[in-house]
């Protein structure tokens, strides 16, 4: 006679994202499953005993992401295995179908020290598109002028201080639309059209071809976990890959919170 697997327990830091969050824990409680709330105080005065005995999942800011995912042995954990998630690991194999056709990774201060001769490479002498290479976005995108290029351009100082912080360069291309799937063994689970500007969901465009073009890339992809996100985006009248994203630590905007406690708990029970 098999064991009785272990249910999954649902530990949510709500204060990361209050509007996901609500639905999402009704999900979870309307589906039966087991729920508990995130402190930080954990990380000094102790984990409550017994966590991580068995399944747990847990879904907040990227920081306690990663820091859970190279700290504790939980199953699933945050399903955050950083590396795997920077741009430099999974650019190459996802070229065909990537937003950028050409691009640049070094540190910044190397990257500014050549900027010039980076961006006429790329083909945009001008403008570029820059950001970091890891996953937990120590600062933002953002296009910046190549002549004008600075460490303090890109925050430094404030949201990090590693001038050879990793940084990807790319030329400027310009997104209309974007849409966020959650992506489970390779399968789209749900997914959702979002605002980036507002980081809220828009629930007036259409998700059918993005999610096609999902399913395509899902199918076809080794996955960085076995859970994450993959953002769709729509430039110059195309579908293409713009981003991954440890599940963990991510927006889920209007995707269906029941198809993503149904499928997951099943999946890590």
């Not at 209050?18 to 409680?29: E, F, K, S, V, Y």
């Not at 990774?105 to 820059?130: R, T, W, Y």
């Not at 890339?217 to 981003?243: H, K, M, N």
Request: a negative charge.
């Amino acid at each position: 006679m098999k064991p009785t697997p272990s249910p999954l327990l649902w530990l949510l830091e709500s204060e990361a994202f209050p509007r996901t969050h609500a639905p999402l824990r009704r999900a979870i409680q309307e589906q039966g499953h087991r729920l508990l709330d995130w402190s930080d105080t954990w990380w000094s005065q102790g984990f409550p005993q017994g966590l991580g005995d068995s399944p747990v999942l847990f879904h907040g800011s990227l920081e306690n992401a990663d820091r859970i995912d190279r700290s504790l042995a939980w199953f699933p954990g945050s399903l955050c295995p950083t590396a795997q998630f920077c741009c430099a690991s999974w650019y190459p194999n996802t070229r065909h179908w990537l937003v950028h056709h050409t691009w640049h990774i070094g540190p910044a201060n190397q990257v500014i020290a050549h900027a010039p001769d980076i961006a006429h490479a790329l083909g945009s002498p001008e403008k570029i598109f820059i950001r970091p290479d890891s996953p937990l976005k120590p600062f933002s995108g953002r296009v910046l002028d190549v002549a004008s290029l600075t460490l303090a351009a890109l925050d430094f100082g404030f949201y990090f201080d590693d001038e050879t912080l990793p940084v990807v360069v790319a030329p400027v291309r310009r997104i209309d639309r974007e849409w966020r799937f959650v992506i489970a063994r390779q399968t789209v689970v749900t997914g959702s059209a979002y605002d980036p500007a507002t980081r809220t969901a828009s629930t007036t465009q259409n998700t059918d071809k993005a999610a096609l073009f999902a399913r395509e890339i899902a199918t076809q992809l080794s996955p960085p976990a076995d859970a994450y996100v993959l953002d769709i985006c729509e430039t110059q009248g195309s579908l293409r890959l713009l981003e991954l994203n440890p599940f963990g630590g991510a927006d889920l905007y209007a995707c269906d919170p029941h198809a993503i406690v149904s499928t997951l708990s099943a999946l890590f029970s």
